[in-house]
């Protein structure tokens, strides 16, 4: 089983540097602003979840205090109301962009860690994301239709950071993803889709929220997560794929959500993310002497959290949210957890989940 796999080679592990990718991420925001930048032009459509992943990096490395000023609250949290828009009651990736789920979420994260929620038009973005479900269950993406489990995660975590879940149909939401389960345990982006850890975690959190997790089998996904893990120490998103950084937070949260976090080698993962860092620049990367970027930063950020690497003047992260953990305590947020594994070593309390609804192990 992967989790007895050998850590990978120590020789040049560099240790984490929260002060370069502060600086990263500092650089970042800046060279976004340019309306020169490469950079800028290229990603400026989803520009809405390069500031949640840049904001979020920062908040969980800093205190909350600190990374608003450093990240200047203020004037994102006048950019993210720009991007609302009054006629669908969602958010664009940008302003006068087209509003969709994807970004709605994204808004809500960031204003969430500003504590600014209270700005939101909360009638309007329920209506919203209300009249994206459809009569199975399942979420478009926005008035065009698509329909992905993403969205499905994008309508539950929002709702429920509105205080505003019982405004769909949870229980055909719930069916809708169980649908989307594979007879190897994972999840795809449909039903019959091919499993993948991306959409695996929005269908286990999505369930989470919903406290539908007795949908899931939990063994044979548990196994088909484990399995991600490669000699290299890092984690694949499917079977005969490369390790990517961004597959910590997708499969180890996933994995903390159903109890079993120690089906993965934690050591021979931490090892990878580290490498992935830019000793030089900042920002974490794909995989190690890739170029960084701040989607990788702040999933390897968090993997390394969730593994237990970062202690001392970090914030942890919250496995359902994707928020730090504080905040989703300000906002009374609840979700439910599968009993951790018995056979965990050390099996110790989970203080992140402490308060989350705990059901044993269940089979379809
Ligand atoms: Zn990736």
């Not at 539950?156 to 229980?171: E, G, K, Q, R, V």
């Not at 359902?320 to 305590?329: F, I, K, Q, R």
Request: hydrophobic residues 40%; aromatic residues 10%.
């Amino acid at each position: 089983m992967a989790s007895f796999l050998a850590p990978a080679p120590t020789s040049i592990v560099p240790p984490f540097s929260p002060s370069i990718h502060k600086s990263y991420i500092l650089m970042l925001s800046q060279k976004l602003s340019s309306p020169t930048s490469y950079e800028g032009a290229v990603t400026s459509h989803l520009r809405m979840s390069g500031v949640y992943w840049s904001l979020a990096s920062m908040h969980l490395m800093c205190e909350e205090e600190e990374a608003n000023v450093l990240m200047n609250s203020g004037e994102i949290t006048e950019w993210v109301l720009q991007c609302f828009d009054e006629e669908t009651g969602g958010f664009a990736g940008n302003v006068n962009h087209d509003p969709h789920i994807l970004y709605t979420l994204s808004a809500l994260q960031i204003l969430a860690m500003f504590d600014s929620l209270s700005l939101v038009n909360t009638e309007k973005v329920v209506a919203y994301i209300t009249s994206l479900q459809n009569l199975d269950g399942s979420f478009s993406g926005d008035s065009y239709g698509e329909i992905d489990t993403r969205f499905s995660y994008c309508a539950l975590s929002s709702l429920s950071i509105l205080n505003s879940l019982s405004s769909i149909d949870l229980n055909a939401a719930a069916n809708f993803i169980s649908t989307c389960q594979n007879f190897d345990g994972g999840f795809g982006c449909n039903s019959g889709a091919e499993s993948h850890a991306g959409q695996i975690f929005t269908c286990v959190a999505a369930l989470s929220i919903a406290k539908r997790l007795d949908l899931i089998d939990v063994d044979l996904l548990s196994w088909w997560l484990a399995e991600r893990q490669t000699g290299g120490g890092g984690l694949n998103g499917r079977p005969e794929k490369q390790s990517d950084v961004c597959y910590s937070w997708w499969i180890l949260s996933s994995l903390e959500i159903i109890g079993r976090r120690s089906w993965v080698n934690g050591e021979s993962l931490a090892t990878f993310i580290l490498k992935c860092q830019d000793t030089e620049k900042g920002g974490i990367a794909d995989r190690p002497d890739n170029v960084a970027d701040v989607f990788h930063t702040f999933f390897g950020i968090s993997g390394l959290l969730l593994l237990g690497q970062l202690k001392e003047g970090y914030r942890q992260v919250d496995s359902v949210y994707a928020l730090p953990v504080d905040v989703v305590e300000r906002l009374g947020l609840n979700a439910q957890v599968i009993e951790m594994d018995e056979g965990a070593t050390g099996k110790q309390e989970d203080k992140r989940l402490a308060g989350y609804e705990r059901v044993k192990k269940t089979k379809r």
